[in-house]
C-alpha cells in the first residue's frame, strides 16, 4: 500500500509541476492545488500504513494496532492551510485577470513592472557642479 | 555622561511632539537639555584640567566583551563642549531658520539624535561603541542632509555622502577589529603603543583606519560630499561643518595619534594628503559666488589643515591642532548661520548681489566681521594664535616642514580674500539692488553667531583662560609625551610671524585681484569638477548597471522558468542524497496490505488530476480537481485516517464553490502544451524528475523501520493526560497546541490578504451589498432550516471532536459550508443571526480564544498551552476545548470572510 501511496504522490505531483509550467495562470493555480495534494499524501505515507484501526484510544481498552496519528495531524493543519493558500492564490488569479485580462504567465510581470516615478534612465541628476548660476 | 546621552536621545525622540504642542516655543525648550549637558560638562573643566578623567561604564555585550564604557579627558570634554554648546545654539536657531517648515518637529529629531550619536562617539571609550555611534551619525546625518527630500539634489547628495561615509565606516570596522586582535584589548585608554607598531599587522590597521576617518573628515579624495551637503538646511551645515560629523575623522586621527602616529608612515600620509586636501579646497572655495558653497570649501581646506597637524607630531603643531580645531569651530559655526541668516533677510546668497548690508542688519554684521576675522587669522583673534602656531609646529619639522609652510601661506591666503570676500563685500559698500529690502533678522538668528563669534574673539584676547582649562589637557590627550603648553599672542619676530605677516599681504593682494584669481582657479577646478563629482555619477551608474545585469541573470521575471529551475534543483539535489544513501529503494520490508478502496480512491485522485493537468474549458477543469480531490479523501478513509478524511472532503468541496465563482468570468482555459514542441518536452522532462523524486524519496523513506516510539508515545498518553480518545484531536489541541496556534494565524492572515484582493473596488466602509446567485422562494424557505441544522451539526462535531472523528477544523469548515448555501441563496447582504457580526471579528475571537487557552497556564504557572481540565457536574471540560473553539472560529470566520467578498454580483 506504501508503494501505491508512493507512486500516486509522485504523479501527482509531476502533474501538479506540469500545470505550474503552464501558460495560463488559471492552471497554475489548479496546479498548486493538486501539488499540494501530492505533498499531504506523501506526507501521510511517509508515516506509513501500519495498524488496521484508526487512532483512537478508549477507556478500558488496549491500545493494540492504531493507524500513526501524528501524520494524520500534520496533514490536518497542512490540508486547512493549503485551502487558504489556495484561495489566495486564487484571488491572486482574480485580480490579475481584472487588471491585466492577460494570463500569459511570463507577461504578467512586464506588464507590472514600472520603474521609480522619478528615476529618469538617462540623466538621473544634474550634476551638482554644473547647476550654479 | 550616560544620563546626558539619554538625556538627549529622549529628547530627540520626543521633539516631534514637543513642537506639535509648543510649535514656536519648542526651539528654545528643546535646547534646555544640550544646555544642561553643555553646563555639566563646564563643570567638569576643573577636574579634567587637573589631568583626570572619569569613567562611566554599562555591560552592553558581555559574551563579546563590549561594554559601552564612557571616559571624559581632556579631548572628549573638549569636544563634548562644542557639540553641546554649539549644539544649544543651533537647536535654537533652527526654531527660527526653519520656523514655517511643516516637518519641522522630525528636524529637531533628526538633530538631536545626531547630537546623541555624535557625543557617544567623542565619550565612548570602547572601540566597538565608538564604532557604532560613528555608524550612528553616518545615518543621522543622512536623515538631515535629505530633509528637504522632495528635492533630487538633496537625495543624491545625501546618498553620496551615506555611501561615501558608509564604505569608509566598513573600512574602519575592519581596522578596528584589527587593532582589538592586535593589542588584545577594545579600550581606547588601554591601547599600547609598542604592541600595535610593533604587529604584523599595523600597515593594514593604519590604512583601514586611515580610510574610515578621511572618509568621514572629507580628505581628499573623499571631499565630495562635503561640498554637496550644502543641500541640507543651514543649520545643518552650521552644525555639520563646526562641531560634529567632519570632525568626527578628525577627533578620531587625534584620539588614535597616541597609538599609531610617530611613525613615518603615519606622518607621511597625513601631513601629504592634508595639505592637498587644504590647498584644493581652498582654490575651489574661491571660485564660487554662492557664501554657502564657499564657506563649504573653506571647511573642506581647514580639514585638511587639522589631518596635516596630526600629522606633524611636534609640540607646536598638536597645540596648534587643539587651537585650529576650537577656532574653526566657532568661526565656521557663527559664520554659517550668519549666512542662513542673510540669506533669510535677503533671499540670496550671491555675493555679487550682496553688498552694503552693515547698516541694515548690524548685529549679523558684528557677528560676521568677528568670525571672518578670526577665519583670516588676524590678532588678536583665536584664529590668529592657532595659525601662528600652525606655522611655528610646521617649521619645527625642518626642510619638509618648510615646503610645506609655503603651501600653507599660500593656502591661507585664499582663506583671507574669502574671508574679506564674505565680510566686506557683503556688508561694507553701498547697498546692492535686491528683489526685497533686507531687515536684521529675529534675537533667535542672532544671537548663536554672536555668541560664537565673540566667543572667538574673548578667546584670543584673553587666551590664559583656555590655556589652562582646555587646550592642556587635550594636547595631553592626543601627544605621545608631554608637552609644554603655552598660548601667546605675540612671541616677538619668529619665522611663523613673518608667515603670518606673508599670509597676510598674499591675502590682500588675493582680495583686490579676486576676479583674476578665480579665473585661474577656474581653470584648474573645471578639470577637477569633470573628475570629481561627474566620475562619482558615472561610478554610481555604472555600479546599478552591474548591480541590474546581475540581478536580471535571476530575477528574469518568468514564472515559468523560476518554477522549473527550482523545482529541477529541489529534484536533482533528493535525487542526489539517495544516490549517496546507497539504500535500495524496493525493499519490501513490513508494508501493509494492499486494500481495494484505497486503490480504488489512488486512481481518482489520479485521473482526476489528470483530468485538471491536460483539458481544456473551465467546469470540466474544476470537477476534475474535485474528483481528484475525493478519491484523496476515499483513499485516507481507507488508511485509516478519518478525521484527514474528513477535513479533506469538507475542503475538497470549498474549493469547488471558490473555484467555479471565481472561474464563472475568466475565459475558457485551451488545452495544456499549448507552448511548443520543445517547451512542452522542457516542461514534461522537469514534472517527470521531481515526480520521480518524490516517488523514490517516499519509497526509500518507508523502506527503513519507523525510527523512534513517538506514535505510540502519543497513544499511550492521550487519554490519561490528554482526555481525548481522538488522539489526532489530542495532538492538535494539546500536545502541539503551539504548532496549531501557528497555522490557524496563517490560515487568518491568508485569508485577511485573500479577501483583500477579492472585494477590490467596493468601499471599505460600506455595508457588503449584493444580489444572490440564486434568487428563488422556494430555495430560500428551504435554507434557512438547512443552514441552521448544517451549523447546529458542525457544533455537534467540534463538541464530540475530543473523543470521536471531528474537531475545530472539521466544524469550522462544516459551518463554512452552511454558510456558504445561505450566501448563495440570500446575497453577500446577509443579514442574519451570525451573519450579523463581521467576519473579522469571529477571527479575531478565535485568535483570542486559542491564545487565552493558552494564557490559563501561564496563570497557573505552567508553561504556555499546558491543558487544565475541570469537571463541574461531571462533564470534562479544559481549555483544550477552549482552544479547539478557537480554531472552530477562526476557520469558519476565514473561510466566510473569504466568501462574503467573492460571493453575490456587486449591485
Known amino acids: ?133 | 555622561m550616560l544620563i546626558s546621552l539619554l538625556g538627549i536621545f529622549i529628547n530627540g525622540l520626543c521633539a516631534p511632539f514637543v513642537w506639535r504642542l509648543a510649535h514656536r516655543h519648542a526651539g528654545l525648550l528643546l535646547a534646555v537639555v544640550p544646555a544642561a549637558s553643555f553646563i555639566w560638562f563646564a563643570l567638569q573643566v576643573p577636574e579634567i584640567s587637573r589631568g583626570g578623567a572619569l569613567f562611566e561604564s554599562l555591560a552592553w555585550v558581555p559574551a563579546l566583551n563590549i561594554t559601552l564604557g564612557l571616559r571624559l579627558d581632556g579631548l572628549a570634554l573638549l569636544f563634548a563642549l562644542l557639540i553641546t554648546g554649539i549644539g544649544t545654539l543651533i537647536v535654537m536657531y533652527s526654531g527660527a531658520y526653519l520656523r514655517d517648515h511643516r516637518q519641522l518637529g522630525r528636524f529637531y529629531a533628526y538633530l538631536l539624535i545626531f547630537m546623541t550619536a555624535m557625543l557617544g562617539l567623542v565619550l565612548a571609550d570602547d572601540l566597538i561603541a565608538m564604532f557604532v555611534f560613528w555608524e550612528a551619525t553616518s545615518i543621522a546625518s543622512y536623515l538631515l542632509i535629505s530633509f528637504n527630500h522632495e528635492k533630487a539634489e538633496s537625495r543624491r547628495a545625501a546618498l553620496q555622502a551615506l555611501l561615501i561615509t558608509g564604505g569608509g565606516g566598513l573600512a574602519l570596522l575592519a581596522g578596528l577589529v584589527l587593532l582589538g586582535i592586535a593589542t588584545d584589548t577594545w579600550q581606547f585608554s588601554q591601547l599600547q603603543s609598542e604592541m600595535v607598531q610593533g604587529h604584523a599587522l599595523f600597515p593594514a590597521i593604519m590604512v583601514l583606519v586611515l580610510i574610515g576617518c578621511f572618509t568621514k573628515s572629507a580628505q581628499f579624495p573623499f571631499h565630495l560630499w562635503l561640498p554637496n551637503a550644502m543641500n541640507a538646511p543651514t543649520p545643518v551645515s552650521a552644525y555639520l561643518h563646526s562641531a560634529t560629523m567632519v570632525k568626527a575623522g578628525i577627533y578620531l586621527l587625534a584620539r588614535l595619534n597616541p597609538t599609531l602616529g610617530g611613525g613615518t608612515g603615519w606622518s607621511t600620509v597625513l601631513i601629504t594628503l592634508g595639505a592637498l586636501t587644504a590647498l584644493l579646497g581652498a582654490v575651489l572655495a574661491i571660485r564660487q559666488y554662492d557664501l554657502k558653497r564657499m564657506l563649504a570649501y573653506t571647511t573642506v581646506t581647514v580639514l585638511g589643515q587639522l589631518t596635516m597637524l596630526i600629522g606633524t607630531n611636534t609640540s607646536y603643531g598638536l597645540q596648534a591642532f587643539v587651537l585650529y580645531l576650537v577656532a574653526h569651530s566657532f568661526y565656521k559655526g557663527a559664520l554659517f548661520m550668519a549666512v542662513g541668516a542673510i540669506d533669510h533677510a535677503t533671499g540670496t546668497r550671491d555675493i555679487r548681489r550682496l553688498s552694503g548690508l552693515f547698516t541694515l542688519m548690524p548685529l549679523t554684521g558684528i557677528a560676521v566681521g568677528l568670525a571672518a576675522f578670526s577665519n583670516a587669522g588676524l590678532p588678536p583673534f583665536f584664529g590668529f594664535i592657532a595659525k601662528e602656531f600652525k606655522y611655528a609646529g610646521l617649521i619645527e619639522m625642518g626642510s619638509i616642514g618648510w615646503t610645506v609652510t609655503v603651501v600653507m601661506i599660500l593656502t591661507n591666503a585664499l582663506l583671507v580674500a574669502a574671508a574679506g570676500l564674505i565680510f566686506l563685500k557683503t556688508f561694507l559698500g553701498s547697498p546692492g539692488k535686491l528683489s526685497h529690502s533686507p531687515h536684521e533678522v529675529s534675537p533667535l538668528m542672532w544671537i548663536g553667531p554672536l555668541l560664537l563669534a565673540v566667543g572667538g574673539f574673548g578667546l584670543g584676547a584673553g587666551n590664559q583662560w583656555p590655556e589652562i582649562w582646555l587646550v592642556n589637557t587635550a594636547v595631553q590627550a592626543i601627544a605621545s609625551e608631554e608637552v609644554d603648553v603655552g598660548l601667546y599672542l605675540w612671541g616677538g619676530i619668529t619665522p611663523a610671524v613673518i608667515a603670518s605677516a606673508l599670509t597676510l599681504g598674499l591675502g590682500t593682494v588675493f582680495y583686490f585681484k579676486a576676479d583674476a584669481v578665480r579665473a585661474l582657479a577656474n581653470r584648474l577646478g573645471s578639470i577637477w569638477t569633470f573628475s570629481g563629482d561627474l566620475l562619482w555619477d558615472k561610478l554610481l551608474k555604472r555600479l546599478f548597471r552591474f548591480a541590474g545585469a546581475v540581478a536580471a541573470l535571476f530575477q528574469h521575471g518568468s514564472l515559468r522558468l523560476h518554477m522549473a529551475l527550482m523545482t529541477l534543483v529541489v529534484s536533482i539535489c533528493v535525487l542526489f542524497g539517495m544516490l549517496m544513501m546507497k539504500t535500495t529503494p524496493f525493499d519490501g520490508h513490513a508494508l501493509s496490505e494492499v486494500s481495494l478502496p484505497g486503490v480504488i480512491g489512488c486512481l481518482l485522485a489520479l485521473g482526476g488530476a489528470a483530468g485538471a493537468a491536460f483539458m481544456a474549458g473551465r467546469l470540466a477543469l474544476v470537477a476534475s480537481l474535485g474528483a481528484s480531490g475525493l478519491g484523496l479523501a476515499l483513499f485516507f478513509v481507507s488508511i485509516n485516517a478519518p478525521d484527514v478524511a474528513l477535513t479533506q472532503l469538507m475542503v475538497e468541496t470549498l474549493t469547488v464553490v471558490f473555484l467555479a465563482m471565481v472561474l464563472r468570468r475568466m475565459p475558457v482555459v485551451p488545452a495544456s502544451g499549448g507552448s511548443g514542441a520543445g517547451a512542452n518536452i522542457w516542461h514534461a522532462a522537469v514534472a517527470v524528475v521531481f515526480g520521480l523524486a518524490v516517488t523514490l524519496l517516499i519509497m526509500t523513506a518507508v523502506s527503513q523501520p519507523l525510527p523512534g516510539d513517538l506514535a505510540d508515545w502519543f497513544l499511550v498518553n492521550s487519554l490519561p493526560s490528554g482526555y481525548g480518545s481522538n488522539v489526532v484531536n489530542v495532538i492538535l489541541v494539546d500536545f502541539r497546541a503551539v504548532d496549531t496556534l501557528g497555522e490557524i494565524l496563517v490560515v487568518a492572515i491568508a485569508a485577511l490578504a485573500a479577501s483583500t484582493l477579492l472585494g477590490v473596488g467596493q468601499p471599505p466602509t460600506a455595508k457588503p451589498r449584493g444580489l444572490p446567485e440564486f434568487s428563488s422562494l422556494m430555495l430560500r424557505q428551504g435554507m434557512r432550516p438547512l443552514a441552521a441544522i448544517l451549523f447546529l451539526v458542525s457544533l455537534a462535531i467540534l463538541w464530540r471532536g475530543h473523543n470521536l472523528p471531528g474537531g475545530g477544523f472539521i466544524g469550522g469548515l462544516v459551518a463554512a459550508t452552511g454558510f456558504t448555501l445561505l450566501i448563495v441563496t440570500f446575497g453577500r447582504g446577509i443579514q442574519r443571526g451570525l451573519a450579523r457580526i463581521a467576519p473579522p471579528t469571529i477571527i479575531g475571537l478565535g485568535l483570542a480564544c486559542a491564545v487565552g487557552a493558552g494564557l490559563f497556564g501561564l496563570a497557573a504557572e505552567l508553561s504556555f498551552m499546558t491543558g487544565l481540565w475541570v469537571a463541574p457536574f461531571g462533564v470534562k471540560l479544559g481549555t483544550p476545548l477552549l482552544f479547539d473553539l478557537g480554531v472552530f472560529l477562526t476557520v469558519f470566520g476565514s473561510v466566510m470572510h473569504m466568501l462574503r467578498n467573492l460571493i453575490g454580483r456587486a449591485v
Not at chain 1, 100 to 122: F, I, L, N, Y
Open chain 1, 1 to 133: 500500500m506504501e508503494w501505491i501511496g508512493a507512486i500516486t504522490a509522485g504523479i501527482m505531483a509531476a502533474l501538479g509541476v506540469w500545470m505550474m509550467l503552464d501558460r495560463h495562470l488559471m492552471r497554475v493555480v489548479l496546479g498548486i492545488a493538486v501539488l499540494g495534494n501530492a505533498i499531504n499524501l506523501g506526507v501521510l505515507t511517509a508515516g506509513r500504513f501500519a495498524g488496521s484501526e484508526a487512532a483512537f484510544t478508549f477507556a478500558g481498552q488496549q491500545v493494540l494496532d492504531s493507524a500513526n496519528p501524528l501524520p494524520q495531524a500534520l496533514v490536518l493543519t497542512a490540508i486547512v492551510i493549503g485551502f487558504a493558500l489556495f484561495v489566495f492564490a486564487l484571488s491572486v488569479l482574480k485580480r490579475t485577470h481584472e487588471l491585466h485580462g492577460d494570463k500569459d504567465t511570463d507577461r504578467v510581470s512586464q506588464v507590472t513592472e514600472r520603474p521609480a516615478p522619478d528615476q529618469d534612465e538617462e540623466e538621473p541628476y544634474p550634476p551638482a557642479e554644473d547647476r550654479k548660476p
